[in-house]
């Protein structure tokens, strides 16, 4: 990959669409997704469902029987649901209290809020609510790290609410988080090349994000440095989407070398193979 004199920067406007996630068991994802998360089938075919809010799909499963669990390698850590309100936030955590779905922690992030746990096949998933961008600290929380989530403030926002089985409207992806082999070469390529703006650099892992976002992409070591790409058939990601103006597509596709054709745009893939692509946002 090949930066240009210039620093490249995305626009403030970019927005993030669904992940495409491999899973070994279409018809056992789909339930969980259904009944754990409350998720609403946009689609479903043979081998391939999508899901989402019953307006707008967050996630498109594909389903391959012999895939193996993840390992020692690149890909997927979690990716973040982002919920509009806190009060949607506590309605998914009374969901996973009821359907007895264990989940691996939870934290307070100072500009978000956040449980953390994982799908039938170990995919990683962060169920997050955006705190006001005026109460947001300066150093976005990176400097303190997180603090645990209160979880009984959380659900006093809705004291006395009946259970809802499905999630309300305006449920996004809010930012995907990978393993990588080493982080100065992801930025390299997330931050120099793609043209996300640096937010934090922990030394194991690092955040960027565009127009000043907390994150809109982490990435990190966690799992070894130098690590390669994950192997064929394994569940995890297939690529995650970022979603640009159409009159920006073509500014970051001059910035890379490789790219491959899409429905709506390109896809591109990083030193590790994990793939991102660009597409058009909808009107």
């Known amino acids: 990959m090949t930066a240009t004199p210039q620093t490249p920067t995305l626009p403030a406007t970019l927005t993030l669409g669904a992940v495409h996630l491999t899973v070994s068991d279409l018809d056992r994802s789909v339930a969980w997704y259904q009944r754990s998360l409350g998720l609403r089938v946009h ?8 899901l989402g809010d019953g307006e707008v799909p967050v996630i498109e499963l594909y389903e391959d029987p012999a895939a193996r669990p993840a390992g020692r390698h690149a890909g997927l850590y979690h ?3 982002l919920y509009p309100s806190r009060e949607e936030l506590a309605r998914a955590a009374v969901r996973l209290s009821l359907t007895e779905t264990p989940i691996e922690g939870a934290s307070d992030h100072r500009t978000h809020e956040a449980i953390y746990l994982p799908d039938p096949d170990g995919n990683g998933i962060e169920l997050a609510a955006d705190r006001e961008k005026t109460e947001w600290p300066k150093d976005l929380g990176y400097s303190r790290g997180p603090a645990p989530l209160d979880f009984r403030a959380l659900l006093s926002t809705i004291e006395g ?18 393993h990588v082999g080493d982080v100065d070469q992801g930025l390299a390529f997330y931050r120099d090349v793609l043209g996300f703006e640096g937010q934090a650099n922990l030394g194991s892992a690092a955040f960027v994000s565009a127009g000043g976002y907390h994150h809109h992409l982490g990435f990190n070591v966690w799992r070894g440095r130098g690590v390669g790409p994950a192997p064929e058939h394994t569940v995890g990601l297939r690529w995650w989407t970022v979603e640009l103006p159409a009159d920006e597509l073509d500014a970051v596709r001059a910035r890379v070398d490789v790219a491959s054709e899409l429905d709506g745009g390109f896809l591109v ?13 909808a009107a």
Do not use: C, I, K, N
């Not at 893939?269 to 946002?281: I, K, S, Y």
């Open 43 to 50: 689609a479903q075919d043979v081998g391939r469902a999508s």
């Open 79 to 81: 990716y973040a649901l």
């Open 161 to 178: 609410e009946a259970p809802a089985s499905f999630v309300g409207p305006g449920l996004r992806m809010g930012h995907l988080h990978l």
């Open 269 to 281: 893939r990083d030193p590790w193979g994990t793939a991102v692509a660009f597409v058009a946002q």
